[in-house]
């Protein structure tokens, strides 16, 4: 019942701008963290970005602090990651997820139940 469903994923050059968007569906996320993962070919889930629903609080892998904002549009139940000076590394499949919040940001993948199929991000160089 519960759907994440991501898009916005494409091409870009190196020092570009891509936003994502993650619409979100089957229940109400009040009391929900929602977060982007990200991971490449052989690689293990690495986390990204997190925003709590109802405070909108939000957190940040050191790897992309600076460059990347994650926000939400309550009324339309969508979480988005605009994502700012793109390099080549930022080059990987990207999820988002969803887990009932705790007294902690959860970074493990393990801790959230809820994820969407993925979209596509490549920065050319």
């Known amino acids: 019942q519960v759907q994440l469903v991501e898009s916005g994923g494409g091409l870009v050059q190196a020092g570009g701008s891509l936003r994502l968007s993650c619409a979100a569906s089957g229940r109400t996320f009040s009391g929900y963290t929602m977060c982007w993962f990200r991971q490449a070919p052989g690689k293990g889930r690495e986390f990204v970005a997190a925003i709590r629903w109802s405070g909108g609080s939000t957190y940040y892998a050191d790897s992309v602090k600076g460059r990347f904002t994650i926000s939400r549009d309550n009324a339309n139940n969508t979480v988005y990651l605009q994502m700012n000076s793109l390099n080549p590394d930022d080059t990987t499949v990207y999820y988002c997820?969803?887990?009932?919040?705790?007294?902690?940001?959860?970074?493990?993948?393990?801790?959230?139940?809820?994820w969407g199929q993925g979209t596509q991000v490549t920065v050319s160089s």
């Open positions: 997820a969803a887990s009932l919040y705790g007294s902690t940001w959860y970074l493990s993948p393990e801790m959230y139940a809820y």
